[in-house]
């Protein structure tokens, strides 16, 4: 039997079997044509069944589809890091490959605190923020802040310190911990599984200057913000981290795939005629040649149709089209970039929705208290026009 992501087997729905998929479509086995409103968790922003990553992958598989990084390399790998460090400001040089997103999570942990053990510091704490969601490996748990995720391993977080999202806070936190502290790791401007919740850059401005002057690494965990779902193209162009994390729709939802990415400073510290200084991690998967042919075209995609602008439009459809739109049992309307969240006082009104949405032609997805819409970047006016319009209507009907 299968197992599910986040579902009790014993009392799940039987989930909806998808033959194909085209654009921003889902086509189902019992023959329903879906938009998906979630884009596959928030990584297929060229949509499905895409033409030309499709011709990437095909033309590298007749060559070879993986092969280790352990001694060995190949184009792929050497290409995508080369547009990787062309392509993110400042001196975001180094990139270490991984299969997932967590495990990009993990590894970036693991650097920071190796940084300070292998110059000889007892630094060993970590600050990340309250609703944090950083994947669902142990120390991806350990520096996230949602029970409703992790309720079973609550326990793990004895040097992990969380803090709201305010200034006083943050300096707070530095004042009491920083000379403690190893890092402080970020969803930056948009916390996702969090909640969808949106706080101001000048917060992360702030977390710049202090890690600066109390020497903490500054992480930002970009793996469902990046490539524009905030409205930026990454927030890593406004403030700089020393380790960034990529992911999801590095790809374009293709593959599995991720990567770490550390400036100067951080290579630095492992550079070192000991051996004992190397970071000894490697995922078998690492720069997988298939993986990589999909990310070099998906950001060559990015480019060449200015994926910007479109995110732009879908940011001014979804201000548009909720102008003024209220009911007694929304909390907040949430806009951002590519993203479009809907907060309800009481998680049971959107008890029904999905089916409600499927009935009506949408794959949708809401958890706990949040009803949100975070489409493919290709989606077009009338397509995204329907997602919102099913959203209010939901709320209309009640």
Same mark, same amino acid.
């Given at each position: 039997m299968l197992?599910?992501?986040?579902?009790?087997?014993?009392?799940?729905?039987?989930p909806v079997k998808i033959t194909h998929a085209e654009g921003v479509y889902l086509y189902t086995e019992d023959n329903h044509k879906l938009i998906d409103a979630i884009s596959s968790w928030w990584c297929v922003i060229h949509g499905y069944n895409h033409p030309e990553i499709n011709e990437a992958i095909k033309?590298?598989?007749d060559k070879f589809s993986h092969v280790m990084l352990g001694g060995l390399t190949h184009d792929p790998v050497e290409k995508l890091s080369q547009k990787l460090v062309e392509w993110l400001p400042g001196n975001l040089n180094y990139c270490f490959f991984s299969d997932s997103g967590s495990v990009a999570v993990e590894v970036a942990l693991k650097m920071a605190l190796q940084f300070n053990t292998n110059r000889n510091s007892s630094r060993n704490k970590i600050l990340a923020l309250e609703h944090a969601y950083h994947g669902d490996t142990f120390k991806a748990m350990e520096v996230g802040d949602d029970e409703d995720y992790h309720f079973a391993f609550s326990n793990q977080k004895s040097n992990v310190v969380h803090i709201s999202t305010t200034i006083p806070t943050l300096e707070e936190a530095f004042f009491k911990f920083g000379n403690e502290l190893s890092c402080f790791i970020v969803e930056p401007l948009l916390q996702c599984a969090g909640g969808m919740r949106m706080y101001d850059i000048s917060f992360l401005q702030k977390a710049?200057? &202090? +890690?600066?002057?109390?020497?903490?690494l500054l992480l930002f965990d970009e793996i469902a913000t990046g490539f524009g779902r905030t409205g930026k193209r990454f927030v890593s162009d406004l403030v700089q981290p020393d380790i960034l994390m990529l992911g999801k729709a590095l790809t374009g939802g293709y593959i599995g795939h991720a990567v770490t990415i550390t400036n100067q400073k951080v290579w630095d510290g492992f550079y070192s005629d000991n051996p004992i200084h190397a970071l000894m991690h490697g995922p078998t998967f690492m720069g997988?040649?298939?993986?990589?042919c999909a990310s070099l075209k998906s950001i060559e995609l990015f480019e060449k149709y200015d994926y910007m602008s479109k995110i732009k439009k879908i940011e001014e459809i979804f201000n548009r089209e909720t102008k003024d739109f209220t009911h007694p049992d929304i909390k907040e309307?949430?806009?951002?970039?590519?993203? &479009? +969240?809907i907060e309800v006082f009481d998680k049971t009104v959107l008890n029904g929705f999905q089916q409600f949405a499927y009935d009506n032609g949408i794959f949708i997805r809401p958890f706990l208290n949040y009803m949100y819409t975070m489409p493919s970047y290709i989606i077009n006016e009338v397509e995204l026009v329907k997602i919102i319009d099913t959203m209010k209507t939901w709320f209309n009907n009640r």
């Open positions: 197992w599910f992501p986040y579902t009790q087997m014993k009392t799940a729905k039987s033309q590298q598989i710049r200057k &202090l +890690c600066d002057e109390y020497d903490v997988n040649a298939l993986a990589c309307i949430r806009i951002m970039g590519g993203c &479009l +969240c």
